[in-house]
């Protein structure tokens, strides 16, 4: 089976526009969570989805929204970029049953750098 | 609050000798706690985990972590490291109340010599 899928892998921006960054979940999870990750720290939590419903939201702007799909893909977008949007965001999808219910699953990260 | 602290950003070992990777966690009740590993370029993954079972619990690629609740530590150890261990590790703690959202420690990046 598939792992998590992201698109793009990599992207450059300029400060002020806005962006889209993609994720397709394990086949059969139906909650997404995003992550920041800047460059030299832990990754950060933003928002979590699961049954396309927003069930938790990390410290971090209104700049920064998400929604999930049917299908249970999810989209990150995140408006008017300042410079320390920089960083590596990632998605993770979990089965939310059974003993692996605790268990997320990432993808490889989109690279956002905001020139 | 929950929050995992990781006492060393750096770690180097020679190939063939033991690793420890220290990790104390703060929570105000028994939390579940992770392990996960960073390679360069990719993505994040579940080394192991603990969710209140087994104390000594045994993850992938011959690494293991105990849960030291006196010591509120979780420190993640393997017998003998390998090239293919060099990367970034990170110490997880999920909030009871919150399972869906993981808080991340700063990393340690492990540097194993020939």
């Known amino acids: 089976d598939a792992g998590v899928t992201q698109s793009p892998t990599h992207l450059i921006k300029t400060r002020g526009q806005q962006v889209t960054l993609r994720c397709s979940p394990i086949?059969?999870?139906?909650?997404v969570s995003w992550y920041q990750q800047v460059l030299g720290q832990g990754p950060q939590f933003i928002f979590q989805?699961?049954?396309?419903?927003?069930?938790g939201r990390g410290n971090f702007p209104d700049r920064f929204s998400a929604r999930q799909f049917p299908n249970y893909s999810s989209e990150l977008n995140v408006n008017a970029l300042l410079l320390g949007d920089s960083a590596l965001y990632l998605c993770?999808?979990?089965?939310?049953?059974?003993?692996?219910?605790?268990?997320?699953?990432f993808g490889p990260g989109t690279r956002l750098t905001v020139t | 609050a929950q929050s995992v602290t990781q006492l060393d950003s750096h770690v180097s070992v020679s190939e063939g000798t033991p690793v420890l990777l220290r990790c104390n966690y703060s929570?105000?009740?028994?939390?579940?706690l992770f392990w996960y590993v960073q390679h360069p370029n990719k993505g994040l993954q579940l080394l192991l985990k603990?969710?209140?079972?087994?104390?000594l619990v045994k993850g992938i690629n011959g690494f293991e972590a105990e849960f030291k609740k006196s010591e509120t530590s979780f420190h993640l150890t393997k017998p003998s490291a390998h090239m293919s261990d060099a990367a970034e590790y990170f110490c997880?703690?999920?909030?009871?109340?919150?399972?869906?959202?993981?808080?991340f420690g700063s990393g340690t990046r492990l540097l194993v010599r020939p």
């Open positions: 993770a999808s979990r089965s939310n049953t059974g003993e692996t219910s605790y268990e997320q699953y």
């Open positions: 086949s059969g999870h139906k909650s």
């Open positions: 989805y699961y049954e396309k419903e927003e069930r």
């Open positions: 929570s105000s009740y028994s939390p579940s």
């Open positions: 603990y969710t209140s079972a087994a104390t």
């Open positions: 997880v703690v999920t909030p009871m109340d919150s399972s869906y959202k993981l808080i």
